[in-house]
């Protein structure tokens, strides 16, 4: 077994907030034609070629999102969150967010910026290290990329 394997690999929550569980079931032309297990499989794959853990989970509820966020603390070494339809309207989310003090990046599988213009305002966006929209299922493992490195550098 080798050194890093010994180790323990660093946590990073992959939270998604609601609808997300309809992945691939509508609008495949919007978001993928590939379902949320799909997504959960990319992530896993891509998280265990950086030496990483994750956890990732779904929910359509406000107060269970915020609940997760709250937990990441002590736990978890990052976040990965897309927020879905609460980036656009959750202070208490972004509140939460910012109380973590983990870096935090922002993922939408699509370009919010092209699309209506209510998605261009984020709140979750003032607590982010930083956002990465409209790559869909690359995005996350552009996300889990950039916090290998910022977990790295912490270490
Ligand atoms: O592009 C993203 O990832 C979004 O976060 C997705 C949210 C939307 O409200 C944001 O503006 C951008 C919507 C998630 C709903 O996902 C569905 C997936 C398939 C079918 C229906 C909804």
Not at 8 to 15: D, E, M
Not at 75 to 97: C, E, F, K, Q
Request: charged fraction near 20%; charge should be negative; aromatic fraction near 6%.
């Amino acid at each position: 077994m080798c050194y890093r394997q010994a180790m323990a690999l660093p946590l990073i929550a992959v939270l998604n907030g609601p609808n997300l569980n309809m992945l691939g079931l509508r609008e495949p032309e919007i978001y993928s034609a590939q379902t949320l297990d799909d997504l959960e499989a990319y992530c896993a794959e891509a998280a265990e070629s950086l030496d990483l853990a994750i956890d990732f989970r779904q929910t359509n509820g406000e107060g269970e999102l915020i609940s997760w966020v709250q937990e990441c603390r002590g736990r978890a070494a990052g976040l990965i969150i897309n927020p879905a339809g609460y980036t656009h309207t959750s202070v208490a989310l972004m509140d939460a967010l910012l109380a973590i003090d983990l870096p935090v990046i922002e993922v939408h599988l699509s370009n919010i910026h092209r699309r209506e213009s209510f998605r261009r305002h984020s709140y979750a966006s003032r607590a982010a290290t930083g956002v990465i929209c409209g790559l869909g299922f690359t995005g996350y493992r552009l996300a889990l990329t950039a916090l290998a490195d910022i977990v790295e550098v912490e270490q």
